[in-house]
């Protein structure tokens, strides 16, 4: 039998550990219903919000002439290469529809009519220490047309990729990139070509 849910974790404190122009890292003191306290509980919070929803991202899965367009991207944290779908941070006071195709094109110099955005729903990239939402999209009928910004360390170039190698690819779990993978599994579910419930071999 599962669990009760418990209640709100309270706040008790908080000091701010580092900031940079992305981030603040804060330390929090927080307390549950049962009296279990927790000292310098690591949070990482984007500092370019300012929504009370904690949409703080985006993730866009570019199609162009039935291929899907992914970056092969290095990721320091981890020292190695992952597949992932355009994707970047909403800016303040902008709408996620408008951040989409903004990371859209400078992340792969697509362009797309903002009534060919598909929205996915809403996706926790890890709910337990970074304090933002991803907003999730498919970008259909994109097309060539705008300046690519490579200016991001670590951003591969974009590879546009069949539609049957990628739905392969998800079959044998190949993508780790969190809102990439929830991102391609809700869009193949909502055109009704889902991928297959088989383990890779």
Sequence with gaps: MPAPNTGPV????????LQNA????????IEDDHGLRVR?????????????????????????EDRVVLLRTYRHALERHFWEAAR???DPGEDPRDAALRELS?????????ENLLALGHAAPESSTIAGRC???????CRPGAARDAGEIGLG???????????RMLDRFEFEDATTEIALRRYFAREGTGVSERPPS
């Design 106 to 114: 400078e992340e792969t110099g697509l362009i797309c009519r903002p």
């Design 10 to 17: 309270r706040l008790l404190g908080r000091r701010v550990a």
């Design 40 to 64: 310098d509980y690591l949070t990482l919070s984007p500092r370019k919000t300012d929504r009370a929803d904690r949409l703080t991202g985006v993730t866009v899965v570019p199609f162009s």
């Design 22 to 29: 992305v981030w603040t890292i804060n330390l929090d003191h």
């Design 157 to 167: 170039a974009p590879q546009a990729l069949e539609t049957s190698e990628v739905r």
């Design 88 to 90: 970047g941070f909403i």
């Design 135 to 141: 907003a999730l999209f498919a970008a259909i009928d």
